[in-house]
């Protein structure tokens, strides 16, 4: 790679990094396991910056590449992931806590979203953690539009079915 070229990535890594390692936080919600999918996805970047660079949406390129990483980290065997601690720590780049029912409440949304299926999990994340629309969800997973919105309401109908009695007990604890 030339020069100009890795001043570029490296300027792009740098503006992107907080925006990466919270897409990864909620596709696997684990902090360390998150920057192992952006060390992945970024070293397959720099590998890969020419064609990221001149795709018509580079961001789109590279949510794709770190959704692809987390796939194919979810086919791997449990011996593959070692937990050497319980509790997770606050990953740089997510919004600050909330108060402690909200806190609760989001940690019960994290461990439903944990058992979310993989790609309705990543489908439910771009669409409604990310903020993208069904047709930017379906550029990134190079799926149909169809196939996003079948998969967005079979992970919210798995989500509703994971949080129903949960979520009320919550709810009546305020």
């Avoid at 100009?4 to 990535?9: G, I, K, L, P, W």
């Avoid at 060390?39 to 949510?63: C, G, K, N």
Wanted: charged fraction near 25%.
């Amino acid at each position: 790679m030339q020069a100009a070229d890795e001043e570029e990535y490296v300027a792009y890594v740098t503006a992107n990094l907080p925006r990466l390692r919270r897409i990864a936080h909620y596709l696997c919600k684990d902090a360390h396991r998150a920057d192992d999918l952006v060390q992945m996805t970024l070293t397959r970047l720099y590998i890969h910056w020419i064609r990221a660079r001149r795709a018509s949406s580079p961001d789109r390129y590279v949510e794709r590449m770190l959704v692809r990483c987390f796939f194919n980290d979810q086919q791997l065997g449990w011996w593959s992931r070692v937990r050497l601690t319980g509790a997770p720590r606050e990953t740089p780049g997510l919004p600050p806590a909330p108060p402690e029912a909200a806190t609760e409440m989001r940690m019960v949304v994290h461990e439903a979203l944990s058992r979310v299926p993989p790609k309705q999990r990543a489908v439910l994340v771009l669409r409604f953690l990310c903020d993208l629309s069904v047709a930017e969800v379906a550029d990134v997973l190079h799926c149909s539009t169809g196939n996003v919105k079948s998969q967005t309401s079979r992970g919210l109908a798995a989500l509703r079915e994971l949080l129903g009695e949960q979520t009320l007990v919550l709810l009546r604890r305020e």
